[in-house]
């Protein structure tokens, strides 16, 4: 059905039950991905500081 679709150009193929339909992420989705990360390992660094911190005492 796809490499019909390819070939001939005809309309947008009929989407069925179980399809898959991939959108790929623009620029803001990569910021919003490297801030999470970033976040993340603040707070493991956070963590592991007050942990280091307690054991000093």
């Known amino acids: 059905m796809l ?6 150009g ?3 193929p009929i989407l069925l039950p179980g399809d898959t ?8 989705d ?6 999470a990360i970033l976040r993340d390992i603040g707070l493991a660094a956070g963590g592991i500081a007050a ?3 307690v ?3």
């Open 10 to 12: 005809e309309p947008s």
């Open 55 to 57: 054991f000093r005492r």
């Open 3 to 8: 490499k019909k679709f390819i070939e001939d």
């Open 51 to 53: 942990i280091i911190s």
């Open 30 to 35: 990569v910021i919003k991905d490297i801030l």
């Open 21 to 28: 339909v991939v959108v790929p992420g623009g620029s803001i």
